[in-house]
């Protein structure tokens, strides 16, 4: 005991906590891999000439990022099931809350990557006789990937910290778990700082994982 917080008390509900890790880590996982996905998708069609697929990926764009993360979880799983007519458990709704918000963010660093690109490498393409979808994706798309590299770091770290918001509709992630041990515990100040320590320990981790391929990226 350090003064009178019971630091090493916080062993005693380690399970319930990694329990808390294990949901955020999955929701983060599935929900980053569905939102890359869409946000290849979305991001093509924010760069596309057909108008319609243009229109559609420029309103789920601006949909997402104009409200809230917390408003779409709350919308997601209270009000869509009134919509569609099936509950979802929270688990489900929380991967689709992250899969649809980080999705938008992406859209618009794919956009932004391929449009960073020089026109002139289009032309080269054309000129070596290749059409336009095989300039895409051979001599655009690799360039384009290596610049989306830092973005896409920080918007995975934005979105496993998002998961956080996910306990209001009553996901069992870290958050979750920690609330219920600190109200019936009265333990916050430790409780919520090892919480704490176990987003800094992911966040950091994929960091350093993204300056690796960040930095093999530069060698090739």
């Known amino acids: 005991m350090i003064g009178r917080f019971d630091w090493a008390g916080v062993i005693e509900f380690l399970?319930?906590?990694?329990?808390?890790?294990y949901y955020t880590l999955l929701i983060s996982i599935v929900g980053l891999l569905i939102g890359f996905a869409l946000g290849a998708l979305f991001g093509i069609g924010r760069v596309a000439k057909n108008k319609v697929f243009y229109f559609i990926s420029t309103v789920y764009v601006e949909i997402i990022r104009g409200t809230p993360v917390l408003v779409q979880a709350i919308w997601i799983f209270f009000a869509l099931p009134l919509i569609i007519g099936k509950n979802l458990d929270s688990i489900t709704a929380g991967i689709i809350v992250i899969a649809v918000n980080s999705g938008a963010y992406i859209a618009e660093i794919v956009r932004g990557a391929v449009?960073?690109?020089?026109?002139?490498?289009?032309e080269a393409g054309?000129?070596?006789?290749?059409?336009?979808?095989?300039?895409?994706?051979?001599?655009i798309w690799p360039q384009a990937f290596k610049r989306m590299i830092p973005p896409l770091g920080n918007q995975f770290i934005i979105s496993i910290k998002d998961t956080s918001l996910l306990s209001v509709i009553l996901v069992p992630e870290l958050?979750?778990?920690?609330?219920?041990?600190?109200?019936?515990?009265?333990?916050?100040?430790?409780?919520?700082?090892?919480?704490?320590?176990?987003?800094?320990?992911?966040?950091?981790?994929?960091?350093?994982?993204?300056?690796?391929?960040?930095?093999?990226?530069?060698?090739?």
Do not use: C, W
Request: aromatic share 10%.
């Open 175 to 220: 958050i979750f778990q920690g609330r219920l041990i600190a109200a019936n515990h009265f333990n916050a100040v430790e409780i919520y700082t090892t919480v704490a320590l176990f987003y800094l320990v992911i966040t950091f981790s994929l960091s350093m994982v993204l300056r690796f391929f960040e930095r093999r990226l530069e060698t090739e």
């Open 15 to 21: 399970p319930d906590l990694t329990k808390g890790l």
């Open 126 to 139: 054309r000129s070596l006789g290749l059409n336009h979808q095989q300039t895409m994706l051979h001599i």
């Open 115 to 122: 449009q960073s690109i020089d026109k002139g490498q289009m």
